[in-house]
């Protein structure tokens, strides 16, 4: 069973750059070509695709944030990174990785891990 | 991009009856739609995909009808756990992949 776990700092400042982590276990990044989503909530709303990505770098991204997201996975820990630069208050959020089902597709999303709130305020 | 509205946006219904929650495409889709229940503090889970599909270990109680751009999930029985927000997805057309704005499923 595949688990997905993100973590990062709860608190960023505007301008910076949010830097998050998702670490997966029960299986390996690089044991089929998964396109692996980045996905977050603000507070009370609803859900935002960021972008998806696979271990061999093959990234997509949402282009209402293109230019300020950065995807990378690390094989040899079996984690995927994001980074979100110039952040302001709009990037608070609950940030979600997940991947799909199948290979090869960005959806449907199966495994999620349980999100982590990231804050952005001076 | 694809825009999913899905409708209504809140819906009050009583433990025991029948649920239908609607999600339009502004452009078809063809199958690759799926649903999602989200319960307070908790991440979405998949329940439908495909999409009348359901996923492993969601109930029968379930399922999901449609094509092109209209979209329908239905729950026959509700149950006190069914009450939370759903949402539907499109990841026919990407990037990027979209989400509706979510139906509020609430216990009248």
């Known amino acids: 069973q595949v688990q997905l776990q993100e973590s990062g700092p709860g608190l960023v400042k505007p301008s910076e750059t949010l830097s998050l982590t998702c670490t997966v276990s029960g299986g390996s990044i690089s044991s089929g070509t998964y396109y692996w989503g980045w996905i977050r909530q603000p507070p009370g709303k609803g859900l935002e695709w960021i972008g998806s990505m696979s271990y061999t770098g093959t990234t997509y991204y949402n282009p209402s944030l293109k230019g300020r997201i950065a995807m990378s996975a690390d094989t040899s820990k079996n984690l995927l990174s994001l980074q979100l630069n110039s952040v302001t208050a709009a990037d608070t959020a609950v940030y979600y990785c997940a991947r799909p089902l199948t290979p090869y597709a960005l959806g449907p999303l199966h495994y999620w891990g349980q999100g982590t709130l990231v804050t952005v305020s001076s | 991009e694809i825009v999913l509205t899905q409708s209504p946006a809140t819906l009050s219904v009583s433990p025991g009856e029948r649920a239908t929650l609607s999600c339009r495409a502004s452009?078809?889709?063809?199958?690759?739609l799926a649903w999602y229940q989200q319960k307070p503090g908790q991440a979405p889970r998949l329940l439908i995909f495909g999409p009348s599909t359901r996923a492993t270990g969601v109930p029968a109680r379930f399922s999901g009808s449609g094509s092109g751009t209209e979209f329908t999930l239905t729950i026959s029985s509700l149950q006190s756990e069914d009450f939370a927000v759903y949402y539907c997805q499109q990841y026919n057309e990407w990037p990027p992949i979209t989400f509706g704005q979510g139906t509020r499923l609430e216990i009248k």
């Open positions: 452009q078809g889709v063809s199958s690759n």
